[in-house]
């Protein structure tokens, strides 16, 4: 069966600090991945959505960035970290397009920045 | 700029009251939608989905939900509650011909179920 992981689960860091949180995904080929944020009392905001290695779609322009090194792995950065890049981070997986597909979501990580 | 509105962030029920929880999209298109639940302690997850045909849809745990184009909603219902459905509920709806990527998340409501 598929399986995601994300790590860490949460996360102090300094403003100014860089950040990485990685997420991959055990037991299916070529998925599309997604980085969302999630805000108290809002909704799931999509980050980032990648259809294969190396190949990364911005859907909000900010600080942070995204790359997919590996078909199963996806991993969320910044360079330096601002009070507001602090929530919930969630990635997820789809077979295909997430409009029409069931995602499968990490455990998500929190980020507090300080 | 497309939208999705759950009128109720935070509910509280009975066992075995009725539960409809309200869902709202703003979009004169073609939609998919969904309902993702997350327990306490798991991860979100599908509940339903609704693509095309019966605009009755049932989902996993007694779960249904209505399709009504004309009044551009989608509301979860069950008949009767149970203190394991206590969870964070989101709605979330793609309009089809827009970013197929693209899901348009409600910002939850939060069921808590009395024992």
């Known amino acids: 069966s598929q399986t995601i992981h994300q790590w860490p689960a949460t996360l102090v860091q300094p403003v100014g600090s860089p950040l990485s949180l990685e997420c991959t995904v055990e037991?299916?080929?070529?998925?599309?991945l997604y980085w969302y944020r999630q805000a108290a009392g809002r909704g799931l905001q999509l980050l980032f959505y990648?259809?294969?290695?190396?190949?990364i779609s911005s859907e909000v322009p900010q600080n942070l960035s995204a790359s997919r090194p590996q078909d199963r792995q996806f991993i969320l950065s910044s360079k330096k970290l601002l009070l507001s890049d602090s929530g919930f981070y969630l990635c997820?997986?789809?077979?295909?397009?997430?409009?029409?597909?069931?995602?499968?979501f990490g455990p998500g990580t929190r980020l507090t920045v300080l | 700029a497309q939208s999705v509105s759950q009128h109720n962030h935070h509910v509280i029920l009975s066992e075995a009251a009725s539960l409809e929880l309200g869902c709202n999209y703003s979009?004169?298109?073609?939609?998919?939608l969904f309902w993702y639940v997350q327990y306490p302690g798991q991860h979100l997850q599908l509940l339903l989905k609704?693509?095309?045909?019966d605009p009755l849809v049932k989902g996993i745990k007694g779960f249904e939900a209505e399709f009504i184009k004309s009044k551009f909603s989608f509301n979860l219902r069950k008949p009767s509650v149970q203190w394991s459905d206590t969870a964070e509920y989101f709605c979330?709806?793609?309009?089809?011909?827009?970013?197929?990527?693209?899901?348009?998340w409600g910002a939850g409501t939060k069921l808590i179920i009395k024992p």
């Open positions: 979330a709806v793609n309009a089809q011909g827009d970013s197929n990527y693209q899901l348009i």
């Open positions: 979009y004169g298109g073609t939609v998919n």
């Open positions: 609704y693509f095309s045909g």
């Open positions: 037991g299916t080929s070529n998925p599309n």
């Open positions: 990648s259809v294969g290695i190396g190949q």
């Open positions: 997820a997986w789809s077979a295909g397009l997430a409009g029409a597909n069931e995602q499968f």
